[in-house]
């Protein structure tokens, strides 16, 4: 079953411009994730956010969490060619390892 | 380090016939997964395994579906008998132990079932 839904299902920008996916999730969570997934490809890891942790920076990413509301928000600043791929939250609800994936946002970014 | 490999990289076969998928994780993590890819029902966690043991198949479709880790540098996952609905992409990935984990992911097997 799905745990984290993902909006917009597509984004499409010019270069230069910042992007933002936003996630929602159900049931209380141990840790947030973001995986990037470039076209026929496996996917990469992004970026973890604890559930006692409410912002997280790593280069151009900012990922947000509110654990009221159940919702994370991944950006990407000043986005490239390069950045265009599908973005998937996935969420982990106890210390089994166990992730549940999003439906994923794909992101386009015209040169 | 050569990451999570996967093989075959594609695979075409006929309804009815038995498929293994194989992958061999990252040298020292002790946690690896399958999960399948599809259009329609996006990312699903089919198995997922902890020291070589099945932790949780409650993804798994159905009994046609069957996955094994005889030892830590490899599983199998096996479809017997294929259907054409088993056609998508399987990912492999495996992870450390820890609180905090993340995914490194195979590049996946993409089947179609005829």
């Known amino acids: 079953s799905q745990q984290g839904e993902e909006d917009p299902q597509a984004l499409s920008i010019q270069e230069g411009e910042n992007a933002t996916m936003n996630c929602s999730y159900k049931?209380?969570?141990?840790?947030l994730q973001w995986y990037r997934q470039n076209s026929g490809r496996g996917l990469v890891h992004l970026i973890l956010i604890r559930s006692n942790e409410r912002e997280k920076h790593s280069g151009r990413l900012r990922v947000t969490l509110d654990t009221s509301k159940k919702s994370s928000s991944l950006l990407i600043t000043a986005s490239r060619a390069a950045d265009t791929a599908s973005y998937f939250c996935a969420t982990a609800t106890s210390n089994t390892g166990k992730l549940i994936f999003g439906q994923g946002t794909t992101l386009q970014v015209k040169p | 380090d050569a990451g999570v490999i996967q093989s075959p990289r594609h695979e075409v076969t006929e309804m009815g016939q038995e498929v293994t998928l194989r992958c061999k994780p990252i040298?020292?993590?002790?946690?690896l997964f399958w999960y399948r890819q599809t259009m329609m029902r996006g990312l699903e966690l089919l198995i997922y395994f902890n020291n070589n043991v099945p932790i949780d198949d409650s993804g798994m479709p159905e009994d046609r579906f069957s996955a094994k880790m005889p030892n830590a540098s490899f599983s199998t996952l096996k479809i017997q008998p294929s259907e054409p609905r088993d056609s998508a992409v399987y990912f492999c990935?495996?992870?450390?132990?820890?609180?905090?984990?993340?995914?490194?992911f195979g590049s996946g097997t993409q089947l179609s079932v005829l």
């Open positions: 990935a495996s992870s450390l132990a820890g609180g905090q984990r993340k995914l490194f």
């Open positions: 040298s020292g993590h002790d946690y």
């Open positions: 049931t209380s969570i141990n840790n």
